[in-house]
């Protein structure tokens, strides 16, 4: 099946700071979600984007599907980004999403 | 009201003991799934469920069983439980586009002793 891999795996910011959340996927896909599950467990969908470069507010996305990884940007970090960020692909003619293990992000105020 | 419901929210069981975990949506999709997730690691598909009559094995179903009573239910049953069944287990559900987000119940711990 397809590998997805993150990094870096951890991940402490100051309040303020800005990061990058890379996601690098070993095969073709045809759906990458970005989610971000907070401390209490709950899952929450940020992007689809299997494809070029999406914003919302103090996060965007950018996906280059021909090289084959995705990258999430977290501006002026904020103590609610808190939690781990997972990148999810569905390789193409496949059905199902594959998770990767996860960047797990803290940001100290 | 949240759209994708689970209960029981935390259980803890015992080794060999029959379980059910119950998945309920609002969300009108035919697409249901049930994760696990361990410590470190990100999700994996236990089972998933494209329509009512529709039901595939995902990556890890070994000591599993589903049950897709209606279009809004999806229950997950291990049959006898084992330590290494403990676990976050969440359920999903998504519409018929692959462009469709999925949408994630609140998780349920579940602790075998």
């Known amino acids: 099946g397809i590998q997805v891999e993150q990094s870096p795996p951890d991940l402490i910011l100051q309040e303020g700071a800005n990061s990058t959340l890379r996601c690098n996927f070993s095969?073709?896909?045809?759906?990458l979600q970005w989610f971000h599950q907070n401390p209490w467990g709950q899952l929450i969908n940020l992007f689809y984007?299997?494809?070029g470069t999406k914003q919302n507010g103090r996060l965007s996305a950018t996906t280059v599907a021909t090289e084959r990884y995705s990258l999430l940007y977290i501006s002026s970090s904020q103590t609610t980004d808190s939690g781990v960020y997972f990148c999810?692909?569905?390789?193409?003619?496949?059905?199902?999403?594959?998770f990767g293990t996860g960047t797990r992000l803290t940001v100290i105020p | 009201d949240a759209d994708v419901t689970q209960t029981p929210r935390n259980r803890i069981t015992k080794t060999g003991k029959r379980i059910m975990l119950e998945c309920s949506q609002t969300?009108?999709?035919?697409?249901m799934y049930w994760y696990r997730q361990d410590p470190g690691l990100g999700l994996r598909l236990i089972y998933y469920s494209f329509d009512v009559k529709d039901i595939n094995k995902g990556e890890i179903s070994d000591g599993y069983s589903v049950s897709r009573q209606a279009q809004a239910k999806f229950s997950l049953s291990l049959e006898s439980a084992i330590p290494n069944q403990t676990a976050l287990y969440f359920c999903?559900?998504?519409?018929?586009?692959?462009?469709?987000?999925?949408?994630f119940g609140p998780g349920t711990r579940l602790t075998v002793l």
């Open positions: 999810a692909v569905t390789q193409t003619g496949a059905n199902n999403l594959f």
């Open positions: 999903a559900t998504r519409g018929g586009d692959i462009k469709d987000t999925q949408y």
């Open positions: 984007i299997p494809s």
């Open positions: 969300k009108g999709h035919d697409r």
């Open positions: 095969d073709s896909v045809n759906n």
